[in-house]
């Protein structure tokens, strides 16, 4: 009888445990970190589809969108420091209500524009550095199977996809690899964009292939963001997988588990 009883506390106390790890578990998804899946190329080379990151939420403090209380602010953000220039950060959509990843690139009462294909801000050409090419097999990506987009295109199934890589150097000193298709597309050239207080500019670094900032929302664009639509900075790479399900195990990329992002 007594060996029943113990049998049954021991069963109760794995079930408490386990009840317990789940709440923190919850808890911790909520309030620190939110895990983000890359659905699409427009972040290459800093971010791969299939690449699995976690968000720090707490990065810029709660905003409308990040927060999981309902005592939060409509508007503004409470606790966290500024966004950073340079900044890979998670944010919501403005008009689709989807999570978008991109970086960071205008802050409040800053100046953009693209010329042939080279970002200026608040009138300065910032630096582009060739760092020779990005290739990738041409194939099916991720779950949604897309093609990736390719400079020497057009590029047969299971052919080379490349791309002209180089390193752009922001003002405050921090770089990042950028990519090129081509100079003269509409996103290359641009008029000059002020960014509102409040509000950010952001681009992706797959330049050719990112619907950002540099598109207004009237055409599914980010345009400027307002701040309260920030959910977190992507930090670190957690675990990649380049197959159409990260249960495929023969598709891991053992080269990206916990990789910073820069």
Avoid at 17 to 39: D, E, N, S, Y
Avoid at 115 to 123: A, I
Wanted: overall charge negative; charged content about 20%; proline content about 6%.
């Amino acid at each position: 009888m007594a060996s029943k009883e113990k049998s049954g506390e021991s069963i109760a106390d794995w079930g408490k445990t386990i009840a317990w790890a789940l709440v923190i578990a919850g808890l911790f998804r909520t309030l620190l970190f939110q895990p983000f899946w890359i659905p699409s190329e427009s972040m290459k080379d800093t971010l791969l589809i299939g690449d699995f990151v976690f968000v720090n939420k707490m990065a810029y403090g709660y905003s409308k969108y990040s927060c999981p209380f309902s005592m939060c602010p409509i508007t503004g953000r409470i606790l966290g420091s500024e966004p950073q220039r340079g900044d890979v950060v998670v944010f919501r959509h403005p008009v689709n209500g989807s999570d978008f990843i991109k970086r960071l690139i205008g802050l409040p009462g800053d100046t953009i524009q693209m010329k042939n294909g080279v970002l200026w801000l608040n009138g300065q050409e910032v630096p582009q550095v060739p760092d020779g090419q990005f290739e990738e097999i041409y194939e099916p990506q991720g779950p949604m199977g897309n093609l990736p987009r390719c400079e020497n295109g057009p590029v047969g199934q299971g052919g080379i996809c490349t791309r002209s890589r180089f390193v752009e150097t922001l003002p405050e000193g921090r770089s990042h690899h950028v990519l090129n298709i081509d100079s003269n597309g509409y996103g290359d050239n641009t008029d000059v964009f002020t960014v509102p207080p409040g509000h950010y500019f952001f681009m992706g670094d797959n330049r050719d292939n990112s619907t950002d900032s540099r598109y207004s929302q009237a055409v599914g664009g980010v345009g400027m963001l307002p701040a309260e639509y920030l959910i977190g900075r992507a930090d670190r790479i957690i675990f990649s997988s380049a197959g159409r399900s990260m249960l495929f195990f023969w598709t891991w990329r053992s080269d990206r588990y916990f990789k910073a992002i820069e």
